[in-house]
């Protein structure tokens, strides 16, 4: 069942300050919402504490201010869905597809598809130990926006795969479905490095009888060495002084129309009335974004 009412959402991690990469999905997700009459949510995704960097949060609000990113309704935060995520499990453990996974990321290492070690030892006891979901043999299929037709089977690809770590906090996976379905996320807009994970998002939905919403893979941006533009490869963070011509770089990249206002608010009114989903690149990477 596909949702019908538009919303969008932004879902950034507080490891850092947003970068250039950030800026330019954040944009591409508000101004389709937007242009489609939607709302826009941002939503922080602080699951994995670890990685949380004490001021980013402020930091990530205070770049989508300044850029004129106003967001609706309340921010939510994953780590208050931690409920939602316990039950999602325990549907999912009734249904006989969990398993219990007691293999090291050493004992993994190199290996790209699960090998099925744990799969059928049947261990009562799931403490202590990491969870993964029995996959179906069949294909998953979507109609990307941007990227167009994607299919994979997850059983020829990663195999069975993690909803829940070792230390008890949900895998990405899970808690990316859980949380835009309790949004009730019609549209997901986000970065191309990410479109390999949506045949595992829509295996979760469909084990967990979710609608499902539509997707759009916007082009990453890469260093000159081919590595993503992110908070991990220590990318700067974007300059909340110049505004307006962030804005206007982002435009070109996602090869639209670049106005020609001064003003935030103008030159995002403008934005958005001549926004075209199919003009965004239709590939996953833009390489040697500083030579742009």
């Known amino acids: 069942v596909l ?23 954040a944009l591409a997700s508000y101004l389709d919402a937007r242009s489609h009459g939607g709302d826009w949510h941002v939503r922080i995704d602080d699951l994995d504490s670890p990685r949380v960097v004490n001021g980013a949060e402020k930091r990530i609000f205070t770049s989508l201010e300044k850029h004129g990113l106003e967001w609706d309704g309340p921010i939510v935060r994953q780590s208050s869905h931690r409920d939602l995520y316990q039950s999602a499990l325990e549907n999912l453990d009734k249904q006989g597809l969990l398993f219990a996974c007691d293999c090291s990321r050493r004992k993994l290492a190199g ?17 202590h130990s990491a969870l993964r979901v029995r996959v179906p043999d069949q294909p998953y299929e979507f109609n990307d926006l941007v990227q167009g037709i994607y299919t994979e089977n997850l059983t020829c690809t990663v ?14 996976q ?7 379905d309790e949004q009730e996320v019609s549209h997901i807009m986000r970065g191309a490095d990410l479109m390999d994970n949506t045949a595992r998002q829509l295996c979760l939905r469909e084990k967990l009888n979710l609608s ?9 941006f890469t260093h000159s060495s081919g590595v993503k533009l992110s908070k991990h490869s220590e990318a700067t963070a974007i300059d909340d002084r110049f505004p307006s ?43 040697d974004f500083v030579s742009v």
């Open 3 to 25: 949702k019908k009412r538009y919303v969008g959402r932004f879902a950034p991690t507080p490891s850092g300050p947003l970068h250039f990469g950030s800026l330019v999905t």
């Open 212 to 220: 499902l919403p539509r997707y759009a893979h916007v082009p990453v």
């Open 245 to 287: 011509q962030n804005l206007q770089t982002a435009l070109q990249l996602l090869g639209q129309p670049v106005p020609a206002e001064k003003t935030v608010d103008e030159l995002l009114a403008s934005a958005c009335a001549n926004w075209e989903r199919a003009m965004v690149p239709k590939t996953p990477s833009i390489i």
């Open 111 to 127: 290996r790209i598809k699960y090998p099925g070690t744990c799969r059928d030892l049947n261990r009562s006891n799931f403490a």
């Open 159 to 172: 195999g069975d795969f993690v909803v829940s770590r070792r230390d008890g906090i949900p895998s990405y």
């Open 174 to 180: 899970m808690a990316v479905v859980i949380d835009d």
